[in-house]
């Protein structure tokens, strides 16, 4: 079975972090992306990185999260530091299986992550 699993999130303090763990199995994902849904509004990528380790970050990150790959385990992580009020959310992996709009991508059922003030 393809399967998408995220850990990791929980509660912060402002200022706290938070390190999220996605881990893909029964398929080969070529990138893969962390993305951000709170309720009303679409899901918005926070931080996505690619087969050759090209990562691309939304602008609300700040420099304060950083992407990385472990190709090993399968696995992407997201460390977050620096944590605001506003990084809270359902963070959602997403593996991305080609280049093409058509390419299958699969999602996990997300992590929650609530920062207090």
């Known amino acids: 079975q393809r399967q998408v699993v995220e850990s990791g999130g929980g509660l912060a303090q402002s200022g706290g972090s938070l390190t999220l763990t996605c881990t893909a199995s029964?398929?080969?994902?070529?990138?893969m992306a962390w993305y951000r849904q709170t309720p009303g509004n679409q899901r918005e990528m926070v931080a996505r990185?690619?087969?050759?380790?090209?990562?691309n970050y939304a602008d609300s990150t700040e420099g304060r999260f950083t992407i990385s790959r472990d190709y090993a385990e399968d696995a992407v992580h997201l460390q977050m530091n620096a944590l605001k009020p506003s990084d809270t959310g359902v963070y959602y992996c997403?593996?991305?299986?080609?280049?093409?709009?058509?390419?299958?991508?699969?999602w996990g059922r997300g992590t929650q992550v609530t920062v207090s003030s």
């Open positions: 029964g398929f080969r994902a070529i990138a």
């Open positions: 997403k593996a991305e299986t080609g280049v093409a709009v058509e390419a299958p991508v699969y």
């Open positions: 990185i690619t087969s050759r380790c090209r990562t």
